[in-house]
């Protein structure tokens, strides 16, 4: 908990639905992701028929390599998720992005890019405006991003406070459009219903990004999340955040104390009063 949310970060993530965690991830831990990242990569791209130059897009790579795993409760990341959240949480979600370049005799690609919200469904099933924040995102940024050309996340920033945006005429990009600028080592967090998109990698270099979703512990994965191999040896709060519930299901809803070790962790650490109810 040295790592928790700063006042700037706070203020940041309420009002813009984002904000950006400087080198959170040390040379050594990055190289051992990025080792693992570009192993599935080398594997999976045959699997899924993708050419060269086509994104790979996979999901439920937790249960994939020990070094991701380790990212589930890192301490530079691990504090702002609960203080933004909670400690009634787990992850629902893990995917890995690796973008290559876009061929260079490929025609310029124009038009408005892919602008979205996270989680499908709950856009629609809720009533509420605006909806609920429910969940949020960690990326862990594996690749230099600092330039619009190589593929970086757009935001537009304060979007998460609208279920809909009003987009320019003819196919226009959005004037509040804003890519993200980051560096191998950081981590980039932001709440599920900001409107956010890819860019386009018409640089030379490869993006790689890993994402984190963190959820309450109500709402299924949006995974298979495949990792069983993990429980028998992880802690109980590792257990907890790898969706485990010791008293059935109704301790996802109403859970005990033995369902969430992370409340008990928290009060023994920063004392009662100071825990996020």
């Known amino acids: 908990m040295d790592y928790r949310l700063t006042d700037e970060e706070r203020r940041s993530f309420d009002e813009q ?100 919200q996270d989680s499908g469904r709950l856009n629609i099933d809720f009533e509420t405006d605006p909806r609920p924040r429910v969940s949020l995102k960690v990326a862990f940024v594996l690749t230099d991003v600092e330039t619009p050309d190589r593929g970086t996340t757009h935001v537009i920033p304060g979007s998460h406070r609208f279920n809909r945006m009003q987009f320019p005429p003819d196919n226009a990009e959005h004037p ?26 018409v640089s030379r270099f490869t993006r ?19 990792v069983d191999h993990y429980l028998e040896k992880a802690d109980p709060i590792r257990r907890q955040l790898l969706g485990a519930s010791p008293t059935g299901g109704m301790g996802y809803t109403s859970p005990t104390d033995e369902d969430v070790p992370l409340k008990g962790w928290l009060e023994t650490h920063l004392g009662e009063g100071a825990v996020i109810p």
């Open 17 to 116: 639905g984002f904000f950006i965690a400087r080198d959170v991830l040390p040379a050594e831990t990055l190289a051992r992701v990025v080792d693992a990242a570009d192993r599935l990569y080398i594997e999976y791209r045959p699997k899924y028929g993708l050419s060269p130059h086509e994104r790979l897009n996979h999901w439920d790579c937790i249960g994939f390599d020990e070094a991701f795993l380790e990212l589930l409760d890192w301490p530079r990341t691990i504090a702002k998720v609960i203080d933004i959240l909670g400690w009634h949480i787990q992850l629902y979600h893990s995917h890995l992005i690796i973008t290559p370049p876009l061929p260079e005799n490929d025609p310029p690609q124009t038009g408005r890019l892919g602008w979205h």
């Open 176 to 201: 509040d459009a804003t890519p993200v600028r980051v560096r191998a080592g950081d981590a980039l967090f932001f709440d599920r219903r900001l409107w956010h998109a890819s860019g386009r990698n």
């Open 208 to 226: 790689k990004i890993l994402f984190f979703g963190y959820s309450y512990r109500w709402l299924r994965p949006r995974d298979d999340m495949t």
